[in-house]
């Protein structure tokens, strides 16, 4: 398996301009969480999905986020319009319950670095 | 709620010293514990885990105790080396959180040639 994989690598955009962030769980992964990662606050959780819904979205700071799961292999994270103190590295991580339904740890991928100048 | 502290950083060691990187943790369920690893430029990888209380979870020489008692999780390795300068993340996730992973800080990590 390739693990989880996130493009782009890198973006660079101007204030106010529309971005979107892919990532691609691995294959037989139930859940999929989006992160934000800056040296100020750290790792935030902005959303996660169980099977393509959404279950909790109070980590997403305001109405310029929006998540998408269409499928099982696929999420965006979209940000429009964009601001430069939304700067940072954005992960994508997915992971599945064990049978003992105690959580089997997360697999992350390399994440997308955002600069909004 | 659930929530994970752990040292602050950096932590600075000369190679082949002894590590340890202290995490206590708050739960009202019974919650599994994990250390991920971050190297720079790169996404976080889980180092190991522990299930369930006296759990002790290991690799790549590193190792760790879940303790109910004392609600810790402490990091160890013997002998560090210089590729073992990252970001340290201790975490938990149970039941009552929806199975989301509450993180720590980190601590950062230098080892010395």
């Known amino acids: 398996d390739a693990g989880v994989i996130q493009s782009p690598r890198h973006e660079v955009t101007e204030m106010g301009q529309e971005v979107t962030l892919r990532c691609k769980p691995i294959s037989g992964h139930d859940y999929l969480f989006w992160y934000r990662q800056t040296m100020m606050r750290g790792l935030e959780l902005l959303i996660y999905f169980n099977n393509n819904v959404p279950i909790d979205d109070s980590g997403m700071p305001e109405d310029r986020f929006s998540a998408k799961m269409p499928n099982a292999s696929f999420s965006t994270l979209k940000i429009q319009p964009s601001e430069p103190r939304d700067s940072a590295v954005y992960f994508c991580?997915?992971?599945?319950?064990?049978?003992?339904?105690?959580?089997?740890?997360?697999?992350f991928g390399s994440g997308t670095r955002l600069t909004v100048v | 709620g659930n929530s994970v502290t752990q040292m602050e950083g950096p932590v600075t060691l000369s190679e082949e010293a002894f590590l340890t990187i202290n995490c206590t943790y708050t739960a009202t369920g019974y919650p599994s514990l994990f250390w991920y690893v971050q190297y720079p430029g790169e996404g976080l990888q889980l180092l190991l885990k522990a299930t369930k209380a006296d759990d002790k979870g290991s690799n790549k020489g590193f190792e760790a105790t879940y303790r109910k008692e004392t609600t810790s999780f402490h990091l160890e390795k013997g002998s560090v080396q210089v590729s073992d300068s990252a970001v340290y993340f201790c975490a938990l996730s149970d039941r009552t959180g929806g199975f989301k992973t509450i993180f720590g800080a980190g601590t950062r990590l230098f080892v010395k040639a």
């Open positions: 991580a997915s992971s599945h319950r064990d049978r003992g339904l105690r959580g089997y740890g997360y697999t």
